[in-house]
């Protein structure tokens, strides 16, 4: 059964206060690592796909990177405005289907 | 707006009831997803339709039911309804090219 696990499940920085959001997941062939933002009683928002280990993707304070067992989404100098649940996700191989399988997400707080 | 459309935003219904959720994938998309997402279990995939046709199911309750329609909205049919069916309902959507997952707004479903 594939799993995904985000750690830690909240944190509070202060504003410019550099940090890390881990996801180990398990699969039986990955067929892509997703992240996620999600506002307060709103959808999920696409931030990041990654394929292999060893990829990494940019977007503006955002990075995510990919090994053979976890995912780090890094945020570098973050805004009151990062504050959101980042949520990670992955897609399997195998069958028809290809719905998603979520972590539980990270909580994070940045204090002005 | 992320094109996917959901309605309604916000549903209220007693125990026993049974309620439909409603989504428009964006333009061009075949596949629609469903999602439950409540507080202690995160988002857990339900039901994914391709072109009108049930592809795949995930954690589906038997008294809950979807469709695709040849128009390719999709209905998220929730029958004898339990208070702990109190949720919110994400659909999802995805192009023919495997791109990324779009989500939309939500159905925010209370019980009492």
């Known amino acids: 059964e594939d799993q995904v696990t985000q750690s830690p499940e909240a944190l509070r920085l202060q504003e410019g206060e550099s940090s890390s959001l881990n996801c180990s997941y398990t699969?039986?062939?990955?067929?892509?690592l997703f992240w996620y933002r999600q506002d307060p009683g709103k959808g999920p928002e696409f931030l990041f796909t990654?394929?292999?280990a060893g990829e990494e993707k940019e977007k503006e304070r955002l990075k995510a990177t990919l090994t053979k067992k976890e995912s780090f989404l890094h945020i570098t100098a973050p805004k009151p405005e990062d504050s959101a649940t980042y949520l990670c996700?992955?897609?399997?191989?195998?069958?028809?289907?290809?719905?998603?399988?979520f972590g539980k997400g990270t909580h994070l707080i940045i204090q002005p | 707006d992320s094109g996917v459309t959901q309605t309604p935003k916000h549903l209220i219904t007693a125990t026993g009831q049974r309620v439909t959720l409603r989504c428009s994938p964006r333009?061009?998309?075949?596949?629609v997803y469903w999602y439950q997402q409540s507080l202690d279990q995160g988002l857990q995939f339900l039901i994914q339709?391709?072109?009108?046709?049930?592809?795949a199911k995930g954690n589906i309750l038997e008294r809950f039911s979807a469709q695709q329609f040849p128009d390719l909205h999709s209905e998220l049919n929730l029958s004898s309804l339990e208070l702990g069916d109190s949720a919110l309902y994400f659909c999802?959507?995805?192009?023919?090219?495997?791109?990324?997952?779009?989500f939309g707004s939500g159905t925010r479903l209370t019980v009492v």
């Open positions: 333009s061009g998309d075949l596949s």
């Open positions: 699969v039986s062939g990955l067929r892509g």
């Open positions: 999802a959507s995805r192009d023919s090219a495997g791109g990324g997952y779009t």
């Open positions: 990654l394929y292999s």
């Open positions: 339709y391709y072109n009108g046709e049930e592809r």
């Open positions: 996700a992955v897609r399997a191989k195998g069958g028809g289907a290809d719905g998603l399988t």
